[in-house]
T-cell receptor, first 115, second 110 residues
Framework: DSGVTQTPKHLITATGQRVTLRCSPRSGDLSVYWYQQSLDQGLQFLIQYYNGEERAKGNILERFSAQQFPDLHSELNLSSLELGDSALYFC??????????????FGPGTRLLVL | GQNIDQPTEMTATEGAIVQINCTYQTSGFNGLFWYQQHAGEAPTFLSYNVLDGLEEKGRFSSFLSRSKGYSYLLLKELQMKDSASYLCAVRDDGNNRLAFGKGNQVVVIP
């Protein structure tokens, strides 16, 4: 158990809908990262927050957005869902953002299925 | 751009040694990580290299050559529970975001 929690574990929804995925980082960690993992693409970095501020952006679609709240938990919002958005969504956390060996610890993931 | 290449699958016998390779071409380099991922589960941190050479951690060792853009993960005394995907990830900037390879699936057989 990494100490990172994610809810829900599974989500089934229809195309065009909107969902929110939630992540709580390990105690003491200030950075949160979101990744998408699909069968053909592997793990893809989406976005990073550090202490409430957006820090880095990867291949995140405009239909997706995220935020980190004052209590450091984070939410990833996915809207206008398409079949291709079906994937495992992982959240990871780390203490800071750029120190040597700054290891990211991953949560158990949310499996999203869009029908 | 980033390109991280790993072979896709290998099979090895319990008790044996297996080497998993990773080559990378990234715009910057600020460390390389190895993660283990069982199917449908979270990636679990195994090792980190930022300087050239070998890092040993129990049954797992990881090697890095920055000039060659190359790393390998060595798994010794293979156990059935080592059957998993092994992901190589490069941190290419100061923001700690990781670029992952597609992973190498290791199947351990008795």
């Amino acid at each position: 158990d990494s100490g990172v929690t994610q809810t829900p574990k599974h989500l089934i929804t229809a195309t065009g809908q909107r969902v929110t995925l939630r992540c709580s980082p390990r105690s003491g960690d200030l950075s949160v990262y979101w990744y998408q993992q699909s069968l053909d693409q592997g793990l893809q970095f989406l976005i990073q927050y550090y202490n409430g501020e957006e820090r880095a952006k990867g291949n995140i679609l405009e239909r997706f957005s995220a935020q980190q709240f004052p209590d450091l938990h984070s939410e990833l919002n996915l809207s206008s869902l398409e079949l291709g958005d079906s994937a495992l969504y992982f959240c990871a956390s780390s203490v800071g953002t750029s120190g040597a060996g700054e290891t990211q610890y991953f949560g158990p993931g949310t499996r999203l299925l869009v029908l | 751009g980033q390109n991280i290449d790993q072979p896709t699958e290998m099979t090895a016998t319990e008790g044996a040694i297996v080497q998993i390779n990773c080559t990378y071409q990234t715009s910057g380099f600020n460390g390389l990580f190895w993660y283990q991922q069982h199917a449908g589960e979270a990636p679990t941190f195994l090792s980190y290299n930022v300087l050239d050479g070998l890092e040993e951690k129990g049954r797992f060792s990881s090697f890095l050559s920055r000039s060659k853009g190359y790393s390998y993960l060595l798994l010794k005394e293979l156990q059935m529970k080592d059957s998993a995907s092994y992901l190589c990830a490069v941190r290419d900037d100061g923001n700690n975001r990781l670029a992952f390879g597609k992973g190498n699936q290791v199947v351990v057989i008795p």
